[in-house]
C-alpha cells in the first residue's frame, strides 16, 4: 500500500473559504492571499511542497473545491482551473450527485 498525505490551508480560525463562493470568486469573500500567498510569493522557497500537492498519484476534493456548481450537473463544468489544470493525475470529487467522468 502506498502512502497517503493530506494538503489543506486553513485559517487560525478555521476556514479554508469565504462565504458566498462563486465562479468570479473561487474562494469566495475572503481575500485569498491570507492561505495562498506563500505558493505564489515565495514559490521557489515552497517549490517541493507546492510540486507535492500538485504532483501527487491522485488528488480527492469536495465539490466546492472543484467548482461552483451545486445540486445536479446542470452545465459542463471542467473545474476552476480551465484547460490547464494544476493536478497531474486522477482526480476524484465527492459528491452526492453522480457525473459521467471527465477526462
Known sequence: MGEVFSDIAVSADGFAA???????????????????????????????????????GATIMGRNMFGPVRGDWDRDWQGWWGDDPPYHGPVFVLTHFPREPLR
Open 18 to 56: 469565504g462565504l458566498h463562493q462563486r465562479e468570479e470568486k473561487p474562494l469566495g469573500e475572503i481575500d485569498e492571499n491570507w492561505l495562498h500567498s506563500w505558493m505564489f510569493d515565495t514559490y521557489e522557497e515552497n517549490k517541493a511542497e507546492v510540486d507535492a500537492i500538485v504532483d501527487s
